[in-house]
């Protein structure tokens, strides 16, 4: 069972309980959630910047709670039943982080390796090109992730109705600072229309997310099913 909360906080509130980015946020939302103080993180939220205000969505398998610091009528919950994730076509609204792995080279142009002789990570860098941006969407419906066992492609479950307008924001970077170090995230809000191609993995997409820096407020799909 997956649950959706809509919490609506103002700003003099975030100010006072010294949520200033996203990292803190990261770190607050764990308030919904008080009986699972050593738990992984099994939840996707999105923060959205209103007039004097911010509305924060919350995805979890676990029941979230109002906390203490957001008002007994800013809060709202529903749970997701299974026919709501049963539709065909869904108008799709997501914030992501969207990046690409460059290989890391030496000056020779030759990849870098680890002590254990084993390539380095990429480096991650954010996309901003329009069509690679398109492309990484339309190939996350394909391909969610690799199974870690397998190694194989985990599909997504849906595709892009291609027919239909698709709106790609400019990236926006999402500034915070942890352990004392500043670093930001390269947000791109996307918002159109899917197909389910693959019922049981769209719903896995849905409960894990989307794209990385998922505990920063990406990867969350808000969905209201439509007839084409």
């Known amino acids: 069972m997956n649950w959706l909360a809509r919490l609506e906080v103002d700003s003099e509130t975030a100010r006072v309980e010294r949520i200033f980015d996203s990292y803190a946020w990261h770190k607050k939302i764990w308030d919904c959630f008080p009986n699972m103080p ?30 203490q610091w957001c008002p007994t009528e800013g809060f709202a919950l529903n749970c997701i039943s299974p026919t709501f994730l ?14 690409k792995s460059l290989v ?20 991650r860098v954010a996309l901003i090109n329009p069509d690679e941006l398109r492309a990484w969407l339309i190939r996350k419906g394909d391909v969610r992730c690799q199974d870690k066992d397998t ?11 291609e027919e239909m307008p698709l709106e790609i924001s400019p990236m926006i970077e999402s500034h915070f600072r942890k352990n004392g170090e500043s670093a930001y995230h390269g947000g791109v809000q996307f918002r159109g229309t899917l197909e389910v191609t693959d019922r049981e993995h769209f719903i896995k997409t849905y409960q894990s997310g989307m794209g990385s820096a998922k505990g920063f407020g990406f990867g969350l799909l808000l969905l209201a099913p439509i007839n084409l």
Do not use: M
Not at 48 to 64: N, S
Not at 86 to 99: C, E, G, Q
Not at 151 to 161: A, E, L, S
């Open 104 to 123: 890391q080279r030496d000056a020779n142009g030759q990849p870098l390796l680890k002590a254990n002789g084993k390539r380095k990570s990429g480096k």
């Open 86 to 99: 049963s539709h065909r076509h869904y108008a799709f609204d997501v914030r992501t982080n969207p990046v």
């Open 38 to 67: 050593d738990s992984e993180r099994t939840f996707l939220t999105r923060i959205d910047p209103l007039e004097g205000a911010l509305r924060v969505w919350v995805l979890a398998d676990t029941k979230p709670i109002c906390p």
């Open 151 to 161: 190694g194989k492609d985990v599909p997504g479950g849906f595709r892009i109705v």
